[in-house]
């Protein structure tokens, strides 16, 4: 299977990853701390449309509500293909727990991937950020989302994600973290931002931060 297979390269990045971060100290009490919590796969699918709806449902609130709302989604488009979704009348999907303007986004989303057959593993970041920001109500963050969580990719970070820039803050204590400060972060971490990203994430999540001795 696909994902089992995907799972596999995807421990090998991490532990190369994380003899890569453990130089900076930040890094290397997080990997400490959470290592054993990361889980890179568990957002993935191989239906790029409800990947992206999911992804339009987080988009400005809060990650508990954004869990709620899709465990309904799915269970409303369970069994349906892209042009009954497409048919569902908005008012339904609206009941959710979604705005009007989100609803719209989702069917942009389906009627784009009912239209096109892109093979975005063949694409580079930027292109997959290119095709993607074509359809109205995918954005910079949420192409950034999909790169890291359905294609795996291993170099993202997004300096729009508010979640990743607090932890960072916090964990890094900097209060005026200037583009030239977080730039300085992101090139240490390379060739591995995403993983640096995952672990700020499980780190806002679980409520461990570094504190300096």
């Not at 964990?171 to 992101?186: A, C, G, M, S, V």
């Amino acid at each position: 299977m696909q994902k089992k297979r995907t799972n596999e390269q995807l421990k090998n990045t991490i532990r190369n990853a994380f003899d890569h971060l453990k130089n900076d100290e930040v890094m290397h009490f997080l990997i400490k701390n959470l290592a054993s919590k990361l889980d890179w796969s568990n957002r993935f699918s191989d239906d790029y449309a409800l990947s992206i709806s999911n992804l339009i449902i987080e988009q400005q609130i809060s990650f508990k509500a954004a869990i709620t709302i899709k465990k309904r989604y799915q269970n409303l488009v369970k069994n349906l293909d892209y042009n009954q979704i497409l048919n569902l009348e908005n008012d339904e999907i609206q009941k959710i727990g979604l705005s009007f303007r989100k609803v719209d986004y989702i069917k942009n989303t389906h009627a784009f991937f009912l239209k096109n057959t892109i093979r975005f593993n063949d694409l580079s970041n930027e292109e997959v950020i290119k095709e993607l920001t074509k359809i109205k109500g995918v954005g910079e963050w949420t192409a950034q989302m999909f790169l890291i969580f359905n294609l795996f990719r291993q170099d993202i970070f997004s300096k729009k994600d508010l979640a990743l820039i607090n932890s960072l803050k916090k964990n890094y204590n900097i209060r005026d973290l200037t583009i030239y400060k977080l730039q300085f972060l992101i090139n240490k971490w390379k060739p591995y931002s995403t993983i640096a990203s995952l672990l700020l994430w499980e780190s806002v999540e679980r409520g461990v931060f570094f504190k300096k001795a």
